[in-house]
């Protein structure tokens, strides 16, 4: 008895597998393709983000010196003021000995409160400078964490696509993807503000 009509079930299987490596390969190309663009934009947040950082360092230390700045000036002017003092004591003497003082007392005192006006007047700008540098800085540093958290969300986007590129998952790739437009909209934000 023929036991029924032989079908050769290798050439169906080797076809099989080619037309499943040939559309794996392509999805897998795709998740390749798009996984680099991620990294890509990644990169660019990452160095944005670092800039961003250094350059609200640099305005932070910039204002520091300029407190010290101002503080020399405080102290200059209380150092004044003292002077004047000393020069207001020393008048007040030869006036309770019943003298007249000389008039150079009272010159040094008009110079000393010139003088004191000029410094202060100099330590408020410094004071103002310094304020214009930190607001500046956190400015900055409010764009650092955007840039920040653009690079972690598109890590978690390249991540979710090794994952999908392993799993052969489309439903992780699509995941990954939405992710990764909303990491490219959060750079966006981040490059216009």
């Known amino acids: 008895m023929p036991e029924g009509p ?5 050439n169906l299987r080797e076809g099989i597998r080619e037309e499943l490596e040939h559309e794996g390969g392509r999805f897998l190309k795709r998740i390749a393709l798009t996984t680099a663009i991620l990294a890509a934009l990644a990169a660019i947040a990452a160095l ?4 961003t950082v250094n350059e609200a360092l640099m305005l932070r230390t910039e204002a520091a010196r300029l407190q010290a700045e101002a503080s020399d000036q405080w102290a200059f002017f209380q150092a004044k003021g003292l002077k004047a003092a000393v020069e ?3 008048r007040t003497s030869w006036l ?4 007249e003082p000389p008039s150079e007392y009272a010159a040094k005192q008009e110079r000393q409160a010139v003088e004191q ?10 004071e103002k400078e310094r304020d214009e540098k930190i607001a500046e800085s956190d400015h ?3 764009e650092h964490h955007g840039f920040a958290n653009t690079v972690a969300i598109l890590q978690v986007s390249i991540a ?4 999908a590129a392993l799993t ?15 990491g490219l909209a959060l750079l966006a934000v981040s490059m216009l503000g």
Not at 96 to 99: E, H, N, V
Not at 117 to 126: G, H, L, M, T
Not at 168 to 182: C, E, H
């Open 117 to 126: 006006k000029e410094i202060e007047a100099k330590a408020r700008e410094k």
């Open 88 to 90: 207001e004591a020393s």
């Open 140 to 142: 900055l540093l409010h």
């Open 6 to 10: 032989e079908v050769e079930t290798e």
């Open 48 to 51: 944005r983000a670092g800039a």
């Open 160 to 163: 979710l696509g090794a994952v």
């Open 96 to 99: 309770a000995l019943g003298k």
């Open 168 to 182: 052969r998952n489309s439903a992780v790739w699509i995941a990954s993807l939405l992710l990764g437009a909303g």
